[in-house]
């Protein structure tokens, strides 16, 4: 299922609708990542559709969104994975012994404003950067795409 190979890491982005931070995460990670490291999205709950206003925030940033839909969180998923980055699903993200799991305590953008949207964006794009610089030393990062 996976055309993971030992030189390209696969991370899986975990959230509760995988509708906003999963998202945003993977897209980043994809933009960035320059196909160094492939990036995954999941729900422990997926909703029907992306966040509008995540759709909106990536679009403006020139990040494509139209393939992005909620897919459910599986086990399959994550033991496929060298990493799960979890995103506000707690105890619900299932446990794979020899996965690396992190936790990065994000607001939820779904329903929120513009500026408050751009702003878990930006945390987001930080935390993102610097996961890549650590999983692929030598790659050479883009400009963020919020510069």
């Not at 794979?96 to 799991?101: A, K, L």
């Not at 929120?112 to 610089?133: N, Y």
Request: net charge negative; proline share 8%.
């Amino acid at each position: 299922m996976s055309s993971t190979t030992p030189d390209v890491p696969q991370v899986v982005f975990a959230c509760v609708r995988n509708g906003g931070r999963s998202v945003i995460s993977r897209v980043l990670t994809e933009h960035y990542a320059q196909g160094r490291v492939r990036a995954l999205s999941a729900g422990t709950a997926p909703g029907e559709h992306i966040h509008p206003e995540v759709a909106d925030a990536l679009e403006r940033l020139g990040l494509d969104t139209s393939r992005e839909e909620p897919t459910r969180l599986t086990r399959e998923t994550i033991a496929a994975s060298s990493m799960a980055i979890t995103l506000g699903c707690g105890e619900e993200c299932p446990y794979v012994p020899g996965v690396r799991y992190v936790d990065w305590p994000v607001a939820d953008p779904g329903g929120q404003d513009p500026a408050t949207v751009r702003a878990i964006v930006a945390d987001l794009d930080e935390r993102v950067r610097g996961l890549l610089v650590e999983l692929v030393p030598d790659l050479e990062l883009a400009p963020s795409v919020l510069s």
